[in-house]
């Protein structure tokens, strides 16, 4: 991570644990806001929606970053918001630009090798993780906000002058719906995994993945009525934030993260529904099989041998993989 600055230690997946030894994730930093006007929201600084002038940069094996890729490609913003893909295995450095097959290549915003050099130019002291996605505004070269979150909201609803859809997904009248979901999904499902994954105590580990399997219970339950999406006919941001961990779960969580109760093959109704968004246009190039597994089971603190597994088979998710 960043201390002050400079590069401290090389890279390890768990920098910070609890007593009882569960994985805790940072919290993020850069929350500057853009909107249609640049009028206030609820940050400090506003930056105005404008064509061509923000990029967002990403990895795909990250969900969090997929989860912005998506909002993008919902909203059809792919030639609103340019796009850089890191190269998906994590170096003593962190993410790096480069040539795999996939990623986008060097850094054309400053040149940069490595992901951390953006966090620095934008603030010369920071300290933390050099995370991404990163929204980056390209007229200031400064980073606008670093958390997902953040950034799907800002994609659903700032840019839709620039868009060709009226998808919305945080329709006003499921807003509570979709919040209360997504504290939940959050803490047992998208984290759920990686506290799993991360755990440094037997007690940790079980702890979320009792967790996440009753999530994943819950939600398979609540699909079982034949609605379309997890909160009726509408796909929303509930439904992205779900996708992204469902879509890792059997090439990479069911094994590295030892969350081998069930793959999601196994659901009866997440596993369409899964496909479903899947098949929507645009999504399959947000998702790259190759990069998750090149990325997950290069974490050597889990996979010490760095061998990548050759499944499962996912033939009937029809995608092909040069798209990425
Ligand atoms: N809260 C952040 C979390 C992002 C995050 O943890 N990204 C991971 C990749 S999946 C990362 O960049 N990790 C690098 C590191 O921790 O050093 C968000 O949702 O945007």
């Given at each position: 991570m960043l201390?002050?600055g400079?590069?401290d230690?090389?890279w390890?997946?768990?920098?910070k644990?609890d007593?009882?030894?569960?994985?805790?994730?940072q919290?993020s930093?850069?929350?500057d806001w853009i909107t249609p006007?640049?009028?206030?929201?609820?940050?400090?600084?506003?930056?105005p929606a404008?064509a061509?002038?923000?990029h967002?940069?990403?990895?795909?094996?990250c969900p969090?970053?997929?989860?912005t890729?998506?909002?993008?490609?919902?909203k059809g913003?792919?030639?609103v918001?340019?796009?850089?893909?890191?190269?998906?295995?994590i170096?003593?450095?962190?993410w790096?630009f480069?040539n795999?097959?996939?990623?986008?290549?060097?850094?054309k915003?400053?040149?940069?090798?490595?992901?951390?050099?953006?966090y620095t130019?934008?603030?010369?002291?920071?300290?933390g993780r050099?995370?991404v996605?990163?929204?980056?505004d390209k007229k200031t070269?400064?980073?606008?906000?670093n958390e997902?979150a953040?950034?799907?909201?800002i994609?659903n609803?700032s840019f839709?002058?620039?868009?060709?859809?009226?998808?919305d997904?945080r329709?006003?009248?499921l807003?509570?719906q979709i919040?209360?979901l997504n504290n939940?999904?959050?803490?047992?499902?998208?984290n759920?995994?990686?506290?799993?994954?991360?755990?440094s105590s037997?007690?940790?580990y079980?702890?979320?993945f009792?967790?996440?399997f009753?999530m994943?219970d819950?939600?398979d339950?609540?699909?079982?009525?034949?609605?379309?999406?997890?909160?009726g006919e509408q796909?929303?941001?509930s439904?992205?934030?779900?996708?992204v961990?469902?879509i890792?779960f059997?090439?990479a969580?069911f094994g590295?993260?030892?969350?081998?109760?069930?793959r999601?093959v196994?659901?009866k109704y997440?596993?369409?529904?899964?496909?479903?968004?899947?098949?929507?246009p645009?999504?399959k190039n947000?998702?790259?099989?190759?990069h998750i597994?090149?990325?997950?089971?290069?974490?050597k603190?889990?996979n010490p041998?760095g061998?990548?597994p050759?499944?499962p088979?996912i033939?009937q998710?029809r995608?092909n993989?040069?798209n990425?």
């Amino acid at each position: 991570m960043l201390v002050n600055g400079k590069w401290d230690a090389d890279w390890h997946p768990i920098q910070k644990k609890d007593t009882a030894g569960r994985f805790v994730r940072q919290t993020s930093s850069f929350r500057d806001w853009i909107t249609p006007d640049a009028s206030e929201n609820n940050s400090e600084v506003s930056y105005p929606a404008e064509a061509g002038r923000y990029h967002l940069f990403v990895a795909l094996i990250c969900p969090w970053a997929s989860r912005t890729l998506l909002v993008r490609a919902i909203k059809g913003l792919e030639d609103v918001i340019s796009i850089s893909i890191v190269e998906p295995q994590i170096t003593k450095q962190g993410w790096k630009f480069g040539n795999f097959a996939g990623a986008t290549g060097h850094d054309k915003q400053i040149g940069a090798e490595y992901v951390h050099q953006l966090y620095t130019h934008s603030e010369a002291h920071y300290t933390g993780r050099a995370t991404v996605p990163i929204l980056w505004d390209k007229k200031t070269k400064t980073i606008v906000n670093n958390e997902s979150a953040d950034i799907i909201q800002i994609l659903n609803s700032s840019f839709n002058e620039f868009s060709n859809t009226n998808i919305d997904l945080r329709p006003n009248e499921l807003l509570p719906q979709i919040s209360s979901l997504n504290n939940e999904l959050y803490e047992q499902l998208n984290n759920g995994v990686y506290k799993a994954g991360f755990a440094s105590s037997q007690l940790a580990y079980e702890e979320a993945f009792e967790q996440v399997f009753r999530m994943l219970d819950k939600l398979d339950g609540q699909l079982a009525d034949g609605r379309k999406y997890l909160l009726g006919e509408q796909l929303t941001e509930s439904d992205i934030r779900t996708f992204v961990t469902l879509i890792r779960f059997d090439i990479a969580y069911f094994g590295l993260f030892k969350c081998n109760l069930k793959r999601i093959v196994d659901y009866k109704y997440l596993q369409p529904y899964m496909l479903r968004i899947l098949a929507l246009p645009n999504i399959k190039n947000t998702v790259s099989v190759e990069h998750i597994k090149a990325g997950y089971y290069s974490v050597k603190a889990l996979n010490p041998s760095g061998i990548i597994p050759v499944g499962p088979d996912i033939s009937q998710w029809r995608i092909n993989d040069e798209n990425a």
